[in-house]
Nanobody
Framework: QVQLVESGGGLVQAGGSLRLSCQAT????????MGWFRQAPGKEREIVAG????????SYADSVKGRFTISKDNAKNAVYLQMNSLKPDDTAVYYC???????????????????WGQGTQVTVSS
C-alpha cells in the first residue's frame, strides 16, 4: 500500500512564501508522474501543478504560473511545491497525488491519479 503524506502548510501573509512537501511511502512505490491539487471551500478540486516521472516536464494552472514551482526527488520518493507571492485566493487544502503506474507524462486530470494524500491547509491572509 502506498501512502502520501504532505507537510509544510500553514498561515502566511499575502506576498509570503511556503514550501509544501509530499513524501511517498510503501514498498510498491516507484517513480510516477506526481501532482498537486487544491480545494477551497465551496469549490471543486483543481490541478495546481503536475510533473512527469523524470521531472523534466511540468505544467501549471494559469493562476499560479510564475509564482509556484513543482519539483521532485525520485531517489527520496518526494515531490515539492514552492509557493511564492501568495495571494488570499490561494487559500485552500492542498493535496499531493501520484499517478497510475502506466503514465510517464504530466497528468492534469484527477482521474489519472491513483493515490492521494490527506491534504494540508494553506491559509493566506490579506
Amino acid at each position: 500500500q502506498v501512502q502520501l503524506v504532505e507537510s509544510g502548510g500553514g498561515l502566511v501573509q499575502a506576498g509570503g512564501s511556503l514550501r509544501l512537501s509530499c513524501q511517498a511511502t510503501g514498498r510498491t512505490f516507484s517513480p510516477v508522474p506526481m501532482g498537486w491539487f487544491r480545494q477551497a471551500p465551496g469549490k471543486e478540486r483543481e490541478i495546481v501543478a503536475g510533473i512527469s516521472t523524470s521531472g523534466f516536464s511540468t505544467s501549471y494552472a494559469d493562476s499560479v504560473k510564475g509564482r509556484f514551482t513543482i519539483s521532485k526527488d525520485n531517489a527520496k520518493n518526494a515531490v515539492y511545491l514552492q509557493m511564492n507571492s501568495l495571494k488570499p485566493d490561494d487559500t485552500a487544502v492542498y493535496y499531493c497525488a501520484s499517478a497510475r503506474p502506466y503514465y510517464n507524462t504530466v497528468r492534469r486530470d484527477p482521474s489519472d491519479y491513483q493515490y492521494w494524500g490527506q491534504g494540508t491547509q494553506v491559509t493566506v491572509s490579506s
